[in-house]
């Protein structure tokens, strides 16, 4: 890896906080020794110190504090402190990242070659797997099976179908030209603002926001690790709403988005998006039942293998051979022995 890291990627990542600025840090770190640029956005109060801020700027992260003195108004979206920071990037190439997850050294890399070689599309990401934990021991899982393959390079409508169709949050998380992402952000945070109503789809906003502005496409390239052993998603969701009612007010959403147009229509965007969050829809009595006997069948099969792992792999290599994922060793353990697991 230590070759790896003299060549740093051409890309500025994008890293916010709210809470456990520590994890932040760490993982803000592992960028830097990576990526020619490294922007905190720290929501997270008291703010660290000059000295702190010192520190940080040595190894190459640049650190900023956020508040309301930041914006005219709160935002619904939860998306404006990723543009605040790509304001401030002074590089071509953008990406977020969550505080507690990483990204491939080989798959940035390969996003950003992919972007620079292939002008017809906007963002790139690649192929995930998650990171879990049970009561023996972390197991690993793939995630977002809709990735493998995935391009979508049609005309507009036809590029928000699909991935309405095949859903991964594949916009979210890809590598981005710069400004398209600004532009297409700033079109996402229009529209929540405009009805400024929480849900647990908001996500659905920015990627199709995304398929609106152009061309797209996920590399074969292991990418991305989700970090699903402390999964803040539940608990973040709680007070946002759920049941038929979202998907209401999503298509509401997509009509201003979309500013009403008769050539796109969002019925059948919906239609594709209410298939595919079952876990969101207003449970009916069959859906119900037939909830309750799954998880008695996965319980009884949990309960004879004296064990959780019934839906991922001890080994992370056997689950990226067994699905035909390209990756580095070397650069995966040195991803891995990153994380705080």
Known sequence: MEKLIKNKIDITVLVTSIKDR???????????????????????????????????????????????????????????KRLFAAQH????????????????????LACVDELKKNKEIIFCGGQAIAIRKDDLNIYYTLTYKN??????????????YHHAKIYAPIAHYAVWRKNSY?????????????????????????????DLAGNSKAISDLYWIRNRINDPFLASQKERIS?????????????VLFNN??????????????KNFPQIRTKTLIDKCIFFTKLMIRNIIKKKMKTRRIDGVDDIYTLLNDNKIKYEKNDLNNLLNSMSL
Not at 189 to 200: F, G
Not at 262 to 274: D, E, F, P, S
């Open 261 to 274: 147009s008769k050539n796109i229509q969002v019925k059948i965007i919906i239609g594709y998006l209410y």
């Open 89 to 108: 990037s002074k590089r071509n190439y953008v990406v977020h990242s969550n505080h507690d997850e990483r990204y491939t050294f080989t798959g940035l």
């Open 22 to 80: 520590e994890t932040t840090i760490k993982t803000a770190n592992y960028y830097s020794k990576i990526c020619e640029e490294v922007i905190l956005v720290d929501e997270e109060l008291p703010h660290l110190s000059l000295s702190e801020i010192s520190l940080l700027k040595k190894v190459g992260i640049t650190y900023i504090s956020y508040g309301e003195k930041n914006f005219k108004k709160p935002s619904n979206s939860g998306i404006e």
């Open 147 to 160: 990735l493998y393959k995935y391009k979508n390079l049609n005309k507009v409508e036809d590029r928000l």
């Open 182 to 210: 600004m532009d297409v952000t700033k079109k996402a945070i229009s529209a929540h603002d405009l009805i400024p109503v929480k849900t647990v789809m908001d996500e659905v906003i920015f990627e199709l926001a995304a």
């Open 243 to 255: 049941g038929d009612y979202a998907f209401k007010i999503i298509e509401n959403k997509l009509n």
